[in-house]
């Protein structure tokens, strides 16, 4: 049944009504739900569609929609053992963020639909991925964070969230100077160590499928795509 739900963190977040529209149908149900939509004042609505689902895909290029992202999730397996080079490198973050944590955390956010989308309002990007540092330091927004390095010079860092069946990575960055040192494979290995510790069978992590080099990380650490979908931006 097709509805519009809510959002309601972000209508606050963002100062506009915003929802996400769950909708599978033809062109003429569509724009009564977008006429739905501006009845009640929303500004902004997310349509996920599944990749495999060909005809609701065809309707939103048709109708021109702004493509966010195609979201990639993958998952992979938590491990039991872990090597003790890892497990020293690896902290675990215990202190209110600073800026270099919340510079990296703006960092992860590069191909993220909240910056490409040209709509969105200006500086609303690094506000939302600063709240979410900020956020997941607190608890709210996740479990844990692991940092590389020490707390003033952070070379890398991940978030955990656990669920009942898997952890979750929400925020995973590499400062510039030490990409290609393996740090955010440490740091993926480090979260299946954890995921594993908690009894949870695997971490799951998502990307955008414009980000070839966090695609082939997830790959090379073992990791399977397990759904894929595409984000689209209704402006109303």
Not at 32 to 50: D, T, V
Not at 70 to 75: A, E, I
Not at 106 to 124: A, H
């Amino acid at each position: 049944m097709p509805e519009i739900v809510d959002k309601k963190w972000d209508s606050d977040f963002f100062g506009f009504i915003t929802g996400e529209l769950h909708f599978s149908g033809n062109k003429e149900e569509f724009n009564q739900m977008l006429r739905i939509a501006s009845e009640n004042n929303y500004r902004l609505l997310y349509w996920k569609i599944p990749t495999s689902n060909e005809a609701n895909n065809r309707l939103a290029a048709a109708e021109n929609l702004f493509l966010g992202d195609t979201k990639m999730v993958y998952q992979i397996p938590a491990v039991a053992n872990l090597s003790p080079e890892i497990k020293q490198q690896v902290h675990s973050w215990n202190q209110p963020p600073n800026e270099q944590l919340i510079s990296l955390g703006i960092t992860s956010g590069e191909f993220s639909r909240f910056k490409t989308d040209p709509k969105m309002p200006n500086g609303i990007f690094e506000k939302m991925y600063t709240e979410w540092v900020k956020q997941s330091v607190q608890g709210t927004m996740g479990n844990g964070i692991y940092y590389i390095g020490n707390e003033t010079l952070i070379k890398g860092f991940v978030t955990l969230q656990f669920h009942p069946d898997y952890a979750e990575i929400g925020l995973i960055a590499v400062h510039e100077n030490y990409r290609k040192q393996n740090i955010a494979s440490n740091l993926i290995h480090f979260a299946a160590y954890i995921a594993y510790s908690h009894n949870l069978k695997n971490v799951h992590v998502a990307t955008q499928l414009a980000n070839i080099p966090a695609n082939n990380l997830y790959t090379k650490c073992g990791g399977t795509i397990i759904s894929s979908e595409n984000i689209f931006h209704i402006w109303l």
